[in-house]
Every structure is written in C-alpha cells, then in structure tokens.
C-alpha cells in the first residue's frame, strides 16, 4: 500500500523513527514481553501499540501502577534496550516510508524527531544504513516535554531552518500526529503492522 501525502509544497520531512522509518516495533515488542516477563508483567500487544510515542521510563513506571508493581524503571529500562539490541540485525525499514526518503532525499532536508534515546535512533537508522540521509535527529533529551508537545517537532523544524507550516510530519503514533498537529504541521499516518500486513 502507499502512502497518500496531503496536499502541498513541503520544505522538510520529519520522520518519527520506531514504527515509521524502522519496522521495529515488532521487535520492540518481542524485547518488551521478555524484560517486562522476567518481573511477572504482563503488557498486552494493544496496549503497547496503543502507547506508540511514550517513553520507556513511563511505561513502566504507569504499568507499576496498573499492575500493583514495584519494577525497578532504569533497571527495567536499560534491560528492555539491551534485549533490542540482540534482536536489532532483524530490523527492516518501512517500504512505504522508505520510498518517500528515496524520491525527496537531496531535495528538501529530512529529520528525525523520536522519544527514543539517540544511541537507539542512531543504532536503528545504523542497521538501515539510513543515517546519513538526516541532517539532524532529535531524541529524548533534545526537548523537555514529550510528544504530544510539540516542542520537539518545533526545535527539528529551527534546526533545519523552515517554518513549521512547510514541514510534513511522518508518524505511526497518535502521540506524534497530535504534537504534529499541536506545532501548526501537517502530517500522513503511517499504518501499524498489522494494518500494512492487510491486503486488499
């Protein structure tokens, strides 16, 4: 399937990375149930797709409350990331989004804005042997508050030096599309795994 951008002459791309230039959520997913498993959490798939664009940390500090847990969150964290690690060479990029960066990479510059760490953006787009085509990735820590804010869609759009209503926002996430829509940019829906896995 492919993907129907809105109307428009758009400057820039901004591209979320988890689910929308990396097919990793699977991934994330299978490294999730192992690390959350080993401390008796149970963390269903709907739910974790339902919470796409949310931290770790905050994952499991609001599965701790859910569940009547005490998981420890860096240890559970830092657990979590390097279970993604082992499993990381089995990444793919998303073919519908991958096709956007082939067409426009050169014409208008592209970044990154992801709630994950840089080291896990980095390491993704490394696999894909797609780094070198962003000008600049903003990660947890670039920004203070995260997605739906819209402050980390704002500092990619200062860095790259155009105006937020010429930047079109790639995201797979809820989060993400209302932060787009918060920073006064449109932005195209990038379907979860299992709606690409439909076809018609």
């Avoid at 931290?55 to 499991?60: G, H, M, N, R, T």
Wanted: net charge negative.
């Amino acid at each position: 399937m492919k993907l129907k951008l809105p109307d428009g002459q758009f400057k820039a791309y901004l591209f979320d990375c988890d689910g929308t230039i990396a097919d990793s959520m699977p991934l994330h997913y299978i490294a999730w149930k192992k690390a959350l498993g080993e401390w008796g959490c149970e963390f269903d798939e709907y739910l974790f797709y339902s919470w796409g664009g949310m931290s770790v940390a905050k994952i499991i500090s609001t599965l701790n409350e859910l569940r009547g847990l005490k998981m420890p969150v860096a240890e559970v964290e830092h657990r979590k990331e390097s279970l993604y690690y082992e499993i990381l060479p089995q990444l793919t990029a998303v073919p519908e989004v991958l096709e956007h960066i082939e067409v426009q990479y050169g014409q208008i510059p592209f970044a990154v804005v992801s709630g994950s760490t840089r080291e896990s953006v980095v390491a993704s787009l490394t696999t894909l042997h797609l780094l070198d085509r962003f000008e600049t990735l903003v990660c947890m820590g670039d920004y203070k508050k995260n997605k739906p804010d819209p402050e980390c869609f704002l500092l990619a759009a200062e860095r790259l030096g155009v105006a937020p209503q010429d930047c079109l926002v790639f995201e797979d996430a809820e989060l993400g599309i209302q932060g787009a829509t918060a920073a006064g940019m449109a932005s195209v829906r990038v379907p979860l795994p299992r709606e690409r896995a439909v076809t018609v």
